[in-house]
């Protein structure tokens, strides 16, 4: 079953504190994402992996780090969250060739207070 | 950063009439163009795409047009539903640095009146 898994699917935070959001697929897809989604402002691209270890920032990247190390597998990291991190965050993937429509997962909702 | 503009950002049509979302994009060497639609607090899904080779594009109601000389591309609906209410975005192929990368419309909430 083609999916994109996102873990946790709601997580509270306190300011300062360091965040991990996981994110899985199991289709051998190349390319992973990984997007936030705040009301008007679409969703934002905030890091991409085009396989294990090769991950380019996106275009806003600042405060994020990622991590790949397995092809199905793409972490998000938050080193001591902001407040203005809120936001709904989204994972996908997609095959690494000739451009494909990314698979999203169904969002990991974080609150930073 | 590369964009891609959509408008409107909020669309109200009467059920069964037609409602048409446009975008353009800046990048000239963009090739694909995906729409997808999201329902409230749930993920965004693909409906329909359309590559550079194409002008048109049909699927049941959905109707994808695309003028690449203008650098626009368009989502039509036909014959609208309360079902279709809902969040669509748009979305241009651009270049990541390493690779390819999406770029995404800032949305249109459409609204469908019974």
């Known amino acids: 079953d083609m999916k994109v898994t996102q873990m946790p699917r709601y997580l509270i935070k306190r300011m300062g504190e360091n965040v991990l959001l996981e994110c899985g697929q199991d289709?051998?897809?190349?390319?992973m994402y990984w997007y936030r989604q705040d009301p008007g402002l679409g969703l934002q691209l905030i890091y991409i992996?085009?396989?294990?270890?090769?991950?380019s920032e996106g275009d806003i990247p600042k405060g994020y780090r990622v991590s790949r190390k397995k092809r199905e597998h793409f972490s998000l990291i938050l080193d001591s969250a902001k407040t203005n991190q809120t936001s709904v965050y989204f994972c996908?993937?997609?095959?690494?060739?000739?451009?494909?429509?990314?698979?999203f997962g169904e969002g990991t909702r974080l609150s930073v207070l | 950063g590369e964009q891609v503009e959509q408008l409107p950002s909020i669309l109200r049509v009467q059920e069964r009439s037609s409602a048409s979302i446009n975008c353009t994009y800046e990048n000239s060497a963009s090739n694909y163009f995906p729409w997808y639609k999201q329902e409230p607090g749930e993920n965004p899904k693909l409906i329909i795409d359309?590559?550079?080779?194409?002008e048109r594009k049909q699927i049941q109601g959905l109707i994808v047009l695309l003028d690449k000389k203008a650098k626009r591309f368009s989502l039509h609906i036909t014959d609208t539903q309360p079902a279709d209410s809902a969040m669509y975005f748009c979305a241009a192929s651009g270049y990541g640095g390493s690779g390819n990368k999406l770029i995404f419309g800032t949305g249109t909430l459409l609204s469908v009146k019974p």
């Open positions: 996908a993937s997609s095959r690494g060739l000739n451009n494909q429509a990314p698979l």
């Open positions: 992996s085009y396989d294990v270890d090769s991950n």
């Open positions: 289709m051998s897809h190349e390319t």
């Open positions: 359309i590559r550079s080779n194409m």
